[in-house]
């Protein structure tokens, strides 16, 4: 069984996911769907899911996310 798990049909993400990585991820997926600033705007659903300032974000970027987490930043990003 692969270690990979489908979030979308063109996006895959392994079944853990760092703080860093789901950042570059929702900015990918927020590029691809056209929408203004999607850096910022990723940050801002990162923030928003895990209750954080944008510090709080890169300075953890190791942090693994939890299920729940990881279902919210999909949910919101795409």
């Known amino acids: 069984m692969s270690s990979l798990l489908l979030l979308r049909s063109d996006f895959l993400l392994p079944n853990f996911v760092l703080l860093r990585d789901a950042l570059t991820s929702a900015g990918s997926r927020l590029t691809a769907a056209g929408v203004p600033s ?12 895990l209750n954080c ?6 300075a953890h970027p190791e942090r693994q996310l939890g299920d729940d987490e990881k279902s919210r930043v999909q949910k919101l990003s795409t």
């Open 53 to 58: 300032d944008r510090a709080y974000l890169y």
């Open 38 to 49: 999607p850096r910022m705007n990723a940050e801002l659903l990162l923030m928003f899911t």
